[in-house]
Every structure is written in C-alpha cells, then in structure tokens.
C-alpha cells in the first residue's frame, strides 16, 4: 500500500512541477536572457546533470573559436518521463536528450518536436553514449547481493526510481525482467519476478537523482539500482562507503540519444532569429560525437560510442558485464517494449494500481 501511494502522489507532484517549471523556464528566457547571445534550452534527464556541466563550457568555447558566435546553454533536468511531458506541455526546448528512445519517440510522434526517423540524423542511430543498469551496495556488500535473483531474498530492501516518472526506474524493471527471461525464457516467470522485486521497494523516488540520495545521504535500503555512470559517480564521492555490483548473469543496454528540435522556440520565433537556433543546435548534438565530447562522457562514467576509447576509461568488471537488450528477450521492436511494460493495462501499472 506504501508503493501504490507513493505512485498516485507522484502523479499529482509531477502534474504539479512540471507547471511550476514552464512558468519559470518562460520568465528565465524571456525576461533575463542576454539580447546579444542566443540561449538554448538543452532538456534532459535527471542522471546526466555533471555531464553537461562539463560538456557545455568545451562546446560554446568551440563553437566561438570556430565561428564568433557566442551561445549561452541552459538545462532542464528531472525524470525523463516527466522531461518528455514538459516538453510536450510547451516547454520551449531546443535539444532533447532522454533517458529512453521510446520518451523521444513519444515527442516525435505525438508532438511532432522532431522527425520520426531522427535516429538517422547523427553517428550511432543518435546515440553518442550508453550506460547499463547496475547495483550499489553498502561498503563490503554486507547483503551478499551478486545478481537479480539476490535481490528477492526476504532481507534484502531495494532503493529504485519510480518507472512512472523517470528513465531509470523503467530500465531498471526491463533490466530485472530481462535478465530474468535470459535465464527462464518464460514471460510468466520473469513477471513474477518483478512483481517480487517491487515488493522489496518500500518507496518508489521519483528520479534517479533521488533514488541516489534516499540511499547515499539518508542511509535509507540495502540496494540501490540505478545507471551505471550515477553509480560510479556515488562511489567517487563516498568511496569508503559504497560499492559497484555488476550482476553476474548480465543487465541491459541503456542508451543515451540525443537530438535538436526544429520547430522554432517561442524564444526564437519572437526574436526571428529560428535559424540561428537551429543552427546552433545541430552544431551542439554533432559536437557529443566528437574525441573531446566522447572522452567526457567516458570520464563521467558513461561508454561512449567510440569504443576504441574503452580500454583507457572502462573497468574489467564493467568491460566484461554480459549486456543484452529487449531485442534479445523477444521483443522485436521499442513499441512492443513500450506496449508490455508500460502500457495503460501493462505489467508496470498493473503490478503498481493492482498488487
């Protein structure tokens, strides 16, 4: 019952932030913003804060070498469910990155911010990085926790994002069932195993940001499952406490795509300067390809798409994690994924409004 209420509040919470959040994204770029620079609004997900941090200042430094142009960058972060919605609600975004290929689809598709075929547009179907999910563990594991099938014992409490509103908590249930159907081949089996799993989860958080921190700061669960890149993040900061698991039997690919949004900005349509958005835009998503952007990645934890770069940056126990995706436990396409899992009457809701 603690679970299905902390889903139906999140929905409230989220319904609520994303208004708080457009009204204060249209004051900041319309009210505060340098006339003399365009701004770009680069919407993401909650995990990839740092990242960008470092990425920004290396792209508008280039970009000015390159062509005089000064560029201010501002993010947007949060859960990539609830990222994908503000956009959707008007946000007036100019580069979208979220933390599932299926949220972006749902912008191309049913908002229309992007052609359907923007996988084609840049390197790697868009997608300058991956990440994979694993577990985050207390100092020496004290739980025993190797694999998926260790997280069910009776003892073990789970800290997860809510698969309602963020990227990571979705990945994660599709890495437990899928690493579950990997082993069984049986559809009943591996949602019985999620179903088991979530009940180990005494409060869905609504990010991965605020998974990470009910159990790093508050002290709170035996596990964390989240992206590999805020593992290893956590562990930098708090290495004497914390440690990487990487589930022996193998977790899933979670990539990282990456596009700009064509139609002009509310921004770029009062100052008719759409072009030059635009323009600045493409360059920036072109310029996550490149050596100097692909190393950041790699330093923040993720694997870049250049994978001559991993043996500098990659450690043997995340190089040799067995990966898979949902296109190896029998599922031909992300829709079908998406239909399944997440669907009005798919596995998710219904083991979070019924169980």
């Known amino acids: ?61 280039t970009y000015r070498q390159q062509t005089g142009q000064g560029v201010i960058i501002r993010q947007s972060h949060g859960g990539s469910a609830s990222q994908a919605r503000a956009l959707m609600d008007g946000i007036p975004g100019d580069v979208v990155s979220l933390g599932l290929i299926a949220d972006m689809d749902i912008l191309a598709k049913k908002a229309r911010l992007f052609p359907s075929d923007w996988q084609q547009r840049l390197p790697n179907h868009s997608c300058p990085a991956s990440s994979t999910i694993v577990f985050l563990v207390r100092k020496n594991n004290p739980k025993k926790v190797y694999d998926w099938s260790d997280l069910t014992k009776d003892s073990i409490e789970i800290i997860a994002a809510n698969p309602a509103t963020g990227g990571a908590g979705k990945l994660s249930m599709l890495a437990a069932w899928g690493a579950n159907w990997q082993q069984t081949h049986d559809r009943n089996q591996a949602d019985q195993f999620v179903r088991t799993l979530i009940k180990h989860v005494p409060v869905l958080d609504s990010s991965s940001r ?55 900005s509310l921004e770029a349509k009062s100052s008719l300067d759409s072009t030059l958005h635009l323009t600045i835009a493409i360059a920036y998503t072109q310029f996550l390809f490149e050596e100097v952007a692909q190393r950041v990645f790699a330093e923040c934890g993720y694997r870049p798409y250049r994978k001559e770069l991993w043996p500098e940056y990659i450690s043997a126990a995340a190089n040799s994690l067995p990966l898979f995706r949902m296109s190896d436990c029998g599922f031909s396409t992300d829709s079908e994924v998406q239909d399944y899992f997440f669907s009005t009457n798919g596995l998710i809701e219904k083991i979070m409004t019924q169980d």
């Open 1 to 61: 019952m603690q679970i299905i209420g902390k889903w139906e509040w999140d929905r409230i919470a989220v319904m609520v932030g994303l208004a708080f959040l457009a009204w204060v994204w249209m004051l900041f770029r319309y009210e505060l913003k340098s006339p003399s620079e365009p701004v770009l609004l680069h919407v993401s997900f909650d995990a990839t804060r740092e990242l960008y941090q470092r990425l920004n200042p290396i792209f508008i430094e």
């Open 210 to 264: 605020s998974a990470s921190i009910t159990f790093s700061q508050h002290a709170t669960g035996d596990v964390l499952i989240t992206w590999e890149n805020e593992a290893i993040q956590l562990v930098r900061e708090l290495k004497s406490e914390l440690e990487i698991v990487y589930p022996s039997s193998g977790s899933l690919v979670t990539d990282l795509p990456v596009t700009w949004i064509e139609h002009p």
